[in-house]
């Protein structure tokens, strides 16, 4: 049976998001899991640097509590984007791919706008409307151009490119 933590948002594959105030939740790395907190972190800084679109991070942490190293992120409220015009979507995925497309230049790639079928859960979780507009959550699997190197960023890109068209059917039709 999966540990319930106090404050718990939201549960994955290999970790679980909890609140620690209004502004801030943390990812838990408790046990072996199957991501790397470092490698998260550094991912996250790395497109931070970039642009606004993946959510910020705010730092590494341990709860002795919890017994549960925590990378620490600021803390989005998504809205539903139905509550919206079609051309105010518009324009927000408008901002989305061009962001998303600065990233892919700079060497980011998210890599799960869309999660597995067999994941339970929304196809487009990774993806919050904001006041702020669409941002990206869920680094665990991006990759980066200087670690993969150019040949798989490319396939990386191409899946993704694959993944925005279908979120783009799904976020202005729905």
Not at 57 to 84: G, H, K, Q, T
């Given at each position: 049976m999966t540990k319930r933590y106090p404050k718990t948002?939201?549960?994955g594959a290999n970790n679980t998001v909890i609140a620690l105030s209004e502004t801030e939740v943390a990812k838990l790395f408790s046990e072996d899991t199957r991501s790397d907190i470092g490698s998260e972190a550094?991912?996250?800084k790395f497109a931070n640097e970039v642009?606004?679109?993946v959510v910020r991070f705010i730092r590494l942490d341990f709860d002795e509590n919890l017994d549960s190293d925590m990378l620490v992120m600021e803390r989005l409220y998504p809205l539903?984007?139905?509550a919206y015009e079609y051309e105010r979507r518009e324009l927000w995925l408008d901002v989305f791919e061009d962001e998303l497309e600065h990233l892919h230049k700079a060497g980011f790639v998210h890599r799960d706008l869309r999660r597995p079928s067999?994941?339970?859960g929304f196809s487009?979780?990774?993806i919050f409307l904001t006041e702020k507009g669409l941002r990206l959550i869920d680094v665990g699997i991006s990759a980066l151009r200087h670690q993969v190197g150019d040949r798989l960023f490319e396939r990386f890109v191409e899946q993704e490119m694959q993944e925005l068209e279908r979120f783009?059917?799904?976020f202005l039709t729905r």
């Amino acid at each position: 049976m999966t540990k319930r933590y106090p404050k718990t948002l939201s549960r994955g594959a290999n970790n679980t998001v909890i609140a620690l105030s209004e502004t801030e939740v943390a990812k838990l790395f408790s046990e072996d899991t199957r991501s790397d907190i470092g490698s998260e972190a550094e991912k996250m800084k790395f497109a931070n640097e970039v642009n606004g679109l993946v959510v910020r991070f705010i730092r590494l942490d341990f709860d002795e509590n919890l017994d549960s190293d925590m990378l620490v992120m600021e803390r989005l409220y998504p809205l539903d984007f139905r509550a919206y015009e079609y051309e105010r979507r518009e324009l927000w995925l408008d901002v989305f791919e061009d962001e998303l497309e600065h990233l892919h230049k700079a060497g980011f790639v998210h890599r799960d706008l869309r999660r597995p079928s067999d994941m339970p859960g929304f196809s487009f979780d990774n993806i919050f409307l904001t006041e702020k507009g669409l941002r990206l959550i869920d680094v665990g699997i991006s990759a980066l151009r200087h670690q993969v190197g150019d040949r798989l960023f490319e396939r990386f890109v191409e899946q993704e490119m694959q993944e925005l068209e279908r979120f783009r059917e799904f976020f202005l039709t729905r």
